[in-house]
């Protein structure tokens, strides 16, 4: 699987959902390289501040060329996460054409709402050339029990691709973690923090099998998200 995160707004926290959802990943034994293609270089400060054995290869290629040189790259990984540019079309671009899918973080905020036009554009526009390219949005550092958090679902439906059932909020812990080059599960293996990575995950993976239609997916989430609004 290549997974892209990308959305042209920044702050939306692409780079915690990138490091987190390839440690993930890495937990299960498979090799996973996460490619930092953000002129900026987060992922790769993150990398750099972390004490003891990597859990994962990081690489920086914050260049237009990343859908042309990944091939060679990841020879010998089973998954790759880029972490994708704001503002950097050309980038953003090849990074989209690289993926096999694009998850688009989402803050339940109106500005991101409206920005999100944006990456939606630049992924229907490489859809032309790679049909099989899937996307969809996740709903990242959500405030619980306000009503935007609620809300942002339906304010998303004015776009063509899904919302996952699952969301992640707002902690203190993510930055904590992030400071010293470590991911969530190193912190609390059972903590919140981690289930709503790991569920991230588990939504990522339905939203690719080939064997759901895309009708089947979406009824699902249907269930799942009337259960949590059921639940609170």
């Given at each position: 699987?290549?997974?892209?995160?990308?959305?042209?707004?920044?702050?939306?926290?692409?780079?915690?959902?990138?490091?987190?959802?390839?440690?993930?990943?890495?937990?299960?034994?498979?090799?996973?390289?996460?490619?930092?293609?953000?002129?900026?270089?987060?992922?790769?400060?993150?990398?750099?501040?972390?004490?003891?054995?990597?859990?994962?290869?990081?690489?920086?290629?914050?260049?237009?060329?990343?859908?042309?040189?990944?091939?060679?790259?990841?020879?010998?990984?089973?998954?790759?996460?880029?972490?994708?540019?704001?503002?950097?079309?050309?980038?953003?671009?090849?990074?989209?054409?690289?993926?096999?899918?694009?998850?688009?973080?989402?803050?339940?905020?109106?500005?991101?709402?409206?920005?999100?036009?944006?990456?939606?554009?630049?992924?229907?526009e490489a859809q032309?050339?790679?049909?099989?390219?899937?996307?969809?949005?996740?709903?990242?550092?959500?405030?619980?029990?306000t009503a935007i958090?609620?809300?942002?679902?339906?304010?998303?439906?004015?776009?063509?691709?899904?919302?996952?059932?699952?969301?992640?909020?707002?902690?203190?812990?993510?930055?904590?973690?992030?400071?010293?080059?470590?991911?969530?599960?190193?912190?609390?293996?059972?903590?919140?923090?981690?289930?709503?990575?790991?569920?991230?995950?588990?939504?990522?993976?339905?939203?690719?099998?080939e064997r759901k239609?895309?009708?089947?997916?979406?009824?699902?989430?249907?269930?799942?998200?009337?259960?949590?609004?059921?639940?609170?």
């Open positions: 699987m290549i997974l892209g995160v990308l959305n042209q707004k920044g702050g939306v926290g692409k780079t915690t959902l990138s490091v987190n959802l390839a440690a993930a990943l890495a937990r299960d034994g498979e090799r996973v390289l996460l490619i930092d293609a953000d002129p900026q270089g987060s992922a790769l400060d993150w990398a750099a501040a972390r004490q003891g054995e990597p859990l994962f290869s990081v690489a920086g290629l914050p260049r237009p060329s990343i859908h042309k040189e990944l091939p060679s790259l990841s020879n010998g990984y089973e998954h790759v996460v880029i972490d994708g540019s704001p503002r950097v079309t050309d980038l953003a671009r090849s990074a989209i054409m690289a993926s096999d899918i694009v998850l688009i973080p989402v803050q339940p905020s109106p500005y991101d709402i409206w920005a999100a036009e944006e990456v939606v554009k630049l992924v229907e032309v050339f790679k049909e099989n390219l899937k996307s969809c949005f996740v709903i990242n550092r959500k405030i619980a029990n958090g609620r809300d942002v679902r339906e304010a998303l439906a004015k776009y063509p691709f899904s919302v996952l059932p699952s969301s992640v909020a707002q902690r203190v812990v993510y930055a904590e973690v992030a400071a010293t080059g470590r991911s969530i599960f190193e912190v609390d293996n059972q903590g919140q923090a981690a289930n709503e990575i790991l569920a991230v995950l588990t939504d990522i993976r339905e939203f690719l099998d239609t895309h009708h089947d997916w979406v009824q699902t989430q249907q269930s799942r998200t009337g259960s949590s609004r059921e639940m609170g």
